[in-house]
Protein backbone atom coordinates (compact mmCIF):
# COMPACT_ATOMS: atom_id res chain seq x y z
CA UNK A 1 0.00 0.00 0.00
CA UNK A 2 1.36 2.92 -0.95
CA UNK A 3 2.43 5.78 1.48
CA UNK A 4 0.10 8.76 1.59
CA UNK A 5 1.60 12.40 1.02
CA UNK A 6 1.40 15.23 3.42
CA UNK A 7 -0.81 16.62 1.04
CA UNK A 8 -3.38 14.06 1.38
CA UNK A 9 -3.15 14.10 4.69
CA UNK A 10 -4.08 17.56 5.29
CA UNK A 11 -6.79 17.49 2.70
CA UNK A 12 -8.50 14.99 4.85
CA UNK A 13 -8.14 16.88 7.97
CA UNK A 14 -8.81 20.45 6.97
CA UNK A 15 -12.27 20.22 5.41
CA UNK A 16 -13.23 19.05 9.51
CA UNK A 17 -12.26 21.85 10.81
CA UNK A 18 -14.99 23.52 9.74
CA UNK A 19 -17.55 20.90 9.82
CA UNK A 20 -20.07 20.30 7.15
CA UNK A 21 -21.12 23.81 6.18
CA UNK A 22 -17.37 24.48 5.49
CA UNK A 23 -14.69 26.05 6.68
CA UNK A 24 -15.49 27.91 10.17
CA UNK A 25 -15.08 31.87 10.48
CA UNK A 26 -11.76 32.83 12.63
CA UNK A 27 -12.78 35.45 15.57
CA UNK A 28 -12.40 38.91 15.11
CA UNK A 29 -8.96 40.13 16.06
CA UNK A 30 -6.86 43.26 15.04
CA UNK A 31 -5.55 41.57 11.60
CA UNK A 32 -7.01 40.99 8.98
CA UNK A 33 -9.73 43.07 6.22
CA UNK A 34 -13.37 44.18 7.56
CA UNK A 35 -14.00 43.84 11.24
CA UNK A 36 -10.60 42.27 11.41
CA UNK A 37 -9.79 38.78 12.02
CA UNK A 38 -7.58 35.80 10.53
CA UNK A 39 -4.26 36.84 11.33
CA UNK A 40 -4.39 37.51 14.97
CA UNK A 41 -7.36 34.88 16.19
CA UNK A 42 -7.49 32.94 19.20
CA UNK A 43 -9.46 29.45 19.37
CA UNK A 44 -11.38 29.14 21.89
CA UNK A 45 -9.19 27.02 23.96
CA UNK A 46 -6.03 29.52 24.10
CA UNK A 47 -8.97 32.20 24.96
CA UNK A 48 -9.41 30.47 28.17
CA UNK A 49 -5.93 30.14 28.71
CA UNK A 50 -5.32 34.04 28.65
CA UNK A 51 -8.40 34.21 31.03
CA UNK A 52 -7.29 31.77 33.77
CA UNK A 53 -3.64 32.98 33.00
CA UNK A 54 -4.98 36.64 34.38
CA UNK A 55 -7.43 35.36 37.30
CA UNK A 56 -4.01 33.45 38.55
CA UNK A 57 -2.42 36.69 38.53
CA UNK A 58 -4.97 39.03 40.00
CA UNK A 59 -5.19 36.58 42.97
CA UNK A 60 -1.31 36.91 43.27
CA UNK A 61 -2.57 40.63 43.17
CA UNK A 62 -4.62 40.71 45.60
CA UNK A 63 -2.95 38.28 48.44
CA UNK A 64 -0.06 40.75 47.70
CA UNK A 65 -2.25 44.06 49.00
CA UNK A 66 -3.95 41.97 51.88
CA UNK A 67 -0.59 41.05 53.13
CA UNK A 68 -0.06 44.95 53.11
CA UNK A 69 -3.67 46.06 54.48
CA UNK A 70 -3.27 42.93 57.76
CA UNK A 71 0.14 44.68 58.31
CA UNK A 72 -1.85 48.30 58.34
CA UNK A 73 -4.25 47.42 60.90
CA UNK A 74 -1.29 45.29 62.97
CA UNK A 75 0.79 48.22 63.06
CA UNK A 76 -2.07 50.97 64.08
CA UNK A 77 -3.28 48.79 66.85
CA UNK A 78 0.39 47.77 68.14
CA UNK A 79 1.90 51.11 69.11
CA UNK A 80 0.88 55.21 70.81
CA UNK A 81 2.78 56.65 68.13
CA UNK A 82 -0.39 56.08 65.54
CA UNK A 83 -1.26 59.65 64.12
CA UNK A 84 -4.39 59.53 61.93
CA UNK A 85 -3.57 61.30 58.31
CA UNK A 86 -5.67 63.41 56.89
CA UNK A 87 -5.99 62.30 53.56
CA UNK A 88 -6.08 65.16 50.62
CA UNK A 89 -9.17 65.80 49.24
CA UNK A 90 -8.16 65.40 45.57
CA UNK A 91 -8.04 61.91 46.17
CA UNK A 92 -12.23 62.02 45.89
CA UNK A 93 -11.67 63.15 42.42
CA UNK A 94 -8.88 60.60 42.00
CA UNK A 95 -11.65 57.80 42.78
CA UNK A 96 -14.36 59.52 40.59
CA UNK A 97 -11.99 59.45 37.59
CA UNK A 98 -11.04 55.96 38.25
CA UNK A 99 -15.00 54.88 38.77
CA UNK A 100 -15.41 56.64 35.61
CA UNK A 101 -12.94 54.70 33.59
CA UNK A 102 -14.69 51.60 34.07
CA UNK A 103 -17.98 52.58 33.01
CA UNK A 104 -15.68 54.13 29.66
CA UNK A 105 -13.84 50.59 29.13
CA UNK A 106 -17.51 48.91 29.64
CA UNK A 107 -18.65 51.25 27.00
CA UNK A 108 -15.90 50.35 24.76
CA UNK A 109 -16.40 46.80 24.64
CA UNK A 110 -20.17 47.52 24.48
CA UNK A 111 -19.13 48.79 21.14
CA UNK A 112 -16.94 45.84 20.22
CA UNK A 113 -19.48 43.49 20.90
CA UNK A 114 -21.90 45.62 18.14
CA UNK A 115 -18.88 45.28 15.50
CA UNK A 116 -18.21 49.14 16.00
CA UNK A 117 -14.42 49.11 16.25
CA UNK A 118 -14.47 53.06 15.31
CA UNK A 119 -16.82 53.94 19.14
CA UNK A 120 -14.62 50.90 20.29
CA UNK A 121 -11.21 52.47 19.93
CA UNK A 122 -12.90 56.25 21.26
CA UNK A 123 -14.17 55.22 24.06
CA UNK A 124 -11.03 53.06 24.89
CA UNK A 125 -8.97 55.98 24.55
CA UNK A 126 -10.99 58.05 26.85
CA UNK A 127 -10.58 54.96 28.90
CA UNK A 128 -6.71 55.55 28.57
CA UNK A 129 -6.54 59.21 29.01
CA UNK A 130 -8.72 59.06 32.22
CA UNK A 131 -5.87 56.53 33.75
CA UNK A 132 -3.41 58.70 33.29
CA UNK A 133 -5.47 61.65 34.50
CA UNK A 134 -5.70 59.22 37.71
CA UNK A 135 -2.18 58.78 38.13
CA UNK A 136 -1.66 62.28 38.19
CA UNK A 137 -3.86 63.42 40.31
CA UNK A 138 -1.93 60.57 42.67
CA UNK A 139 1.42 62.51 42.13
CA UNK A 140 -0.67 66.30 42.99
CA UNK A 141 -1.67 63.99 46.43
CA UNK A 142 1.67 63.61 47.07
CA UNK A 143 3.21 67.02 46.13
CA UNK A 144 0.57 68.15 48.62
CA UNK A 145 1.90 66.01 51.30
CA UNK A 146 4.90 67.23 50.80
CA UNK A 147 4.09 70.55 50.96
CA UNK A 148 2.18 69.94 54.83
CA UNK A 149 5.37 68.75 55.47
CA UNK A 150 4.15 65.13 55.37
CA UNK A 151 6.60 62.78 53.91
CA UNK A 152 7.46 58.89 53.88
CA UNK A 153 8.72 58.49 57.76
CA UNK A 154 6.79 61.57 59.17
CA UNK A 155 4.52 58.55 60.54
CA UNK A 156 3.59 55.33 60.46
CA UNK A 157 0.27 56.49 59.16
CA UNK A 158 2.00 57.91 56.15
CA UNK A 159 3.96 55.31 55.54
CA UNK A 160 1.25 53.10 54.71
CA UNK A 161 -0.25 55.62 52.68
CA UNK A 162 2.43 56.31 50.39
CA UNK A 163 3.24 52.22 50.16
CA UNK A 164 -0.32 51.64 49.75
CA UNK A 165 -0.65 54.59 46.67
CA UNK A 166 3.13 53.99 45.52
CA UNK A 167 1.93 50.52 44.93
CA UNK A 168 -1.20 51.31 43.45
CA UNK A 169 0.11 53.37 41.05
CA UNK A 170 2.72 50.85 39.87
CA UNK A 171 -0.46 48.35 38.76
CA UNK A 172 -2.09 51.31 37.30
CA UNK A 173 0.67 52.16 35.15
CA UNK A 174 0.81 48.83 33.76
CA UNK A 175 -2.60 48.55 33.14
CA UNK A 176 -2.04 51.84 31.08
CA UNK A 177 0.97 49.65 29.44
CA UNK A 178 -1.62 46.97 29.03
CA UNK A 179 -4.49 49.64 27.46
CA UNK A 180 -2.07 51.21 24.85
CA UNK A 181 -0.64 47.70 23.80
CA UNK A 182 -4.50 46.55 23.06
CA UNK A 183 -4.73 50.04 21.28
CA UNK A 184 -2.09 49.44 18.80
CA UNK A 185 -1.72 45.95 18.42
CA UNK A 186 -1.67 44.32 15.12
CA UNK A 187 -3.25 40.72 15.89
CA UNK A 188 -0.17 38.92 15.76
CA UNK A 189 -0.78 37.27 19.24
CA UNK A 190 -4.21 37.74 20.52
CA UNK A 191 -7.03 38.88 18.57
CA UNK A 192 -9.02 42.02 19.53
CA UNK A 193 -11.68 39.80 21.39
CA UNK A 194 -9.67 38.35 23.78
CA UNK A 195 -6.95 40.88 24.62
CA UNK A 196 -9.67 43.58 25.26
CA UNK A 197 -11.28 40.96 27.73
CA UNK A 198 -8.31 40.41 29.55
CA UNK A 199 -7.49 43.88 29.91
CA UNK A 200 -10.73 44.84 31.14
CA UNK A 201 -10.48 42.16 33.59
CA UNK A 202 -7.79 43.82 35.66
CA UNK A 203 -8.65 47.16 34.94
CA UNK A 204 -11.84 46.91 36.78
CA UNK A 205 -10.19 44.77 39.09
CA UNK A 206 -7.72 47.53 39.85
CA UNK A 207 -10.53 50.19 40.25
CA UNK A 208 -12.36 47.96 42.77
CA UNK A 209 -9.24 47.74 45.10
CA UNK A 210 -8.94 51.55 44.87
CA UNK A 211 -12.07 51.86 45.66
CA UNK A 212 -11.44 49.26 48.68
CA UNK A 213 -7.95 50.98 49.54
CA UNK A 214 -9.48 54.61 49.81
CA UNK A 215 -12.06 53.67 52.44
CA UNK A 216 -9.71 52.24 54.40
CA UNK A 217 -7.56 55.05 54.20
CA UNK A 218 -10.59 57.78 54.99
CA UNK A 219 -12.43 55.54 56.86
CA UNK A 220 -10.03 53.30 59.20
CA UNK A 221 -7.22 55.97 60.11
Not at 3 to 31: C, L, M, T, W, Y
Not at 180 to 202: I, N
Request: net charge positive; aromatic share 12%; charged share 15%.
Amino acid sequence: MPIASVNDVVEIIEPKRGGPSGPSKPPRGFGGGGNGGGSGSDSPGRQRAYVTGMTVALGGILMFFMALVSAYIVRKGAGTDWRALIVPRILWVNTAILIISSFTLSRSRRHFLRDDLQGFRHWWYVTTALGFLFLVGQLIAWRQLNAAGVYLASNPSSSFFYVFTAAHGLHILGGLGALLAVAFHKGRRMSLATSSSVVAMYWHFMDGLWVFLFLLLTLGR
